[in-house]
């Protein structure tokens, strides 16, 4: 094969049958054709190769009467069972859905952390900071933002800017038990969303299913 | 029986029962699975036996078919499928015979022609089950890298590597058939 010295040959190279099946992308396949036109001996391996697929054109099923597929389905039809009417499949929960959830779900935590860092939440709901305490509030939002990176990260610099340490026995004991119950949630929730990812991937792909 | 209809359009009804829907895709369909399976298995009448198969399998598997456009892509792959099964089943299959030169006088052209197509099957048979389906799959139903590795459920790279193999393995089979008969060396 002639060509520059330490030049590549394409016909060498491993994206070869890729460039001979047009499967590269538009500037590999200028680039190999501009290659090609120069180097003798990968135009030649070419034509080798362009052989064989017109060789292989010869490997073709004996022609049939038209008819033969009408007749086909008569026969085939005799033995198909009937069956009753079978509903749609449910319809799946497609990568653009888990996306757009998983996404909400980022931002949520983000939110939540940033609420906390900034104590607006207290502000925002008084009714609720009666009734749980502020302690109990800032912790859940704590949990719920530290389930990203992002959001523990923002929470974690809330706690250094504003502590929201509790004084006394109550708060603290709420705080753990918001810190508790939160954290069985996180795991309930992440369960469930484990659970709704195993389901989708275990869902047949329209063509890898019916082996 | 042929329509216009599409094939997720058919593959609705059919899933609702509709044998006749069934019916149109069997025949719209048919010349594709019998072509991929006789060039899988070699044999005009395995094919058909192959087809027969795959199209019941299709109508008890229908329901879980959840992309009802993509029912040619599952044909391919049911095709495939049913057709290594069959080889499997009985490897004697591969009729070598069916193909040979009868006693038949021919001209010289046309004996060539027939040696060559011959040598061909003979050729293609020989690779390894999973080379040939990605090989029948690109060189004669001309799918992409990408159809093919969904079909067979394999990385394009897996693609790229089995195809050429069996490229590979072809052209040191083919060697002398290679070029047209009529431009064949003499000392053939």
């Known amino acids: ?58 490997y073709a099923p004996p022609p049939e009467a038209p008819a033969t597929a009408e007749a086909f389905w008569q026969r085939l039809a005799a033995q198909l069972r009937p069956r009753a009417a079978q509903p749609d499949p449910a319809p799946l929960l497609t990568p653009l859905a888990l996306a757009v959830g998983h996404a909400i779900w980022q931002g949520l935590t983000v ?36 389930t990203t990176w992002w959001g523990a990260a923002l929470a974690e610099a809330g706690s250094w800017l504003s502590p929201a340490i509790p004084s006394d026995w109550a708060g603290s004991l709420r705080l753990v038990a918001a810190v508790t119950v939160s954290w069985w949630g996180f795991v309930a929730l992440a369960g469930l969303y484990a659970a709704w990812m195993l389901l989708w991937l275990r869902q047949p792909s329209p063509v890898r299913q019916g082996t | 029986m042929s329509s216009g209809e599409s094939d997720a359009a058919l593959v609705q009804r059919a899933r609702q029962g509709s044998k006749e829907a069934f019916g149109q895709l069997v025949v719209r369909y048919r010349g594709l699975v019998v072509a ?55 490897p004697q299959a591969l009729p070598l015979a069916e193909s040979q030169v009868g006693d038949t006088v021919h001209p010289e052209g046309e004996t060539l022609a027939r040696e060559r197509a011959q040598a061909v099957r003979h050729a293609v048979l020989a690779l390894p089950n999973h080379c040939r389906a990605a090989l029948v799959l690109r060189e004669f139903e001309g799918l992409s ?44």
């Open chain 1, 1 to 58: 094969m002639t060509g520059n010295p330490g030049e590549t040959h394409v016909a060498d190279a491993d994206s070869w049958p890729a460039w001979l099946d047009r499967e590269l992308c538009p500037v590999e396949q200028a680039r190999v054709e501009a290659h090609l036109a120069a180097c003798p001996g990968c135009r030649a391996a070419r034509e080798e190769w362009q052989a064989l697929h017109e060789c292989l054109a010869v």
């Open chain 1, 111 to 146: 939110a939540l952390a940033a609420l906390a860092m900034l104590g607006g939440w207290e502000r925002l709901a008084p009714t609720w900071q009666r009734l749980a305490g502020a302690e109990l509030l800032s912790a859940l939002l704590r949990s719920v933002a530290a």
């Open chain 2, 36 to 90: 991929v399976a006789y060039r899988m298995t070699g044999s005009a009448a395995t094919a058909e036996d192959v087809a027969q198969v795959v199209f019941l399998r299709a109508w008890m598997q229908l329901a879980s078919l959840h992309d009802a456009a993509a029912f040619r892509g599952w044909l391919y792959r049911l095709a495939v499928s049913a057709s290594i099964d069959q080889l499997r089943r009985s």
């Open chain 2, 145 to 188: 890298y990408k159809e093919i590795s969904q079909v067979l459920d394999i990385p394009v790279g897996t693609v790229m590597s089995r195809l050429s193999y069996a490229r590979t393995l072809l052209k040191a089979a083919l060697g002398a058939h290679l070029s047209p008969p009529g431009r064949r060396p003499v000392e053939e």
